[in-house]
């Protein structure tokens, strides 16, 4: 089984900062790319950010330039920091991988519980 955890969520007003953890567990293989989502009461789900295997990032320009994502391969956990916070990033965070669980297993997507960020204005 995989498990992935996350945890840093919080409240935190305009213009602070946050740094949230997505820590992978169980049986596995390769972990082939991860990425933070978000969703705001009444919205729909959105990317947050994404990080492939070999490190290459990507982001929505909604968020390009504030937030960062990282991983530690060692750890199989992800990272993402967020700076410069508006109440417009308020929502659940949750993170994303998608995981081989052995060399012939065709990778497949977990989901963590998410995280509630609240940025008060």
């Known amino acids: 089984q995989v498990q992935l955890v996350e945890s840093g969520g919080g409240l935190v007003q305009t213009g602070g900062s946050l740094r949230l953890s997505c820590a992978a567990s169980?049986?596995?293989?390769?972990?082939?790319?991860m990425g933070w989502y978000r969703q705001a009461p009444g919205k729909q789900r959105e990317l947050v950010a994404t990080?492939?295997?070999?490190?290459?990032?990507n982001y929505p320009d909604s968020v390009k330039g504030r937030f960062t994502i990282s991983k530690d391969d060692a750890k199989n956990t992800m990272y993402l920091q967020m700076d410069g916070l508006k109440p417009e990033d308020t929502a659940v965070y949750s993170c994303y991988a998608a995981i081989s669980r052995d060399s012939g297993d065709y990778p497949r997507g977990y989901w963590g519980q998410g995280t509630q960020v609240t940025v008060s204005s």
């Open positions: 990080i492939t295997s070999g490190g290459s990032t």
């Open positions: 169980g049986s596995i293989f390769r972990i082939n790319a």
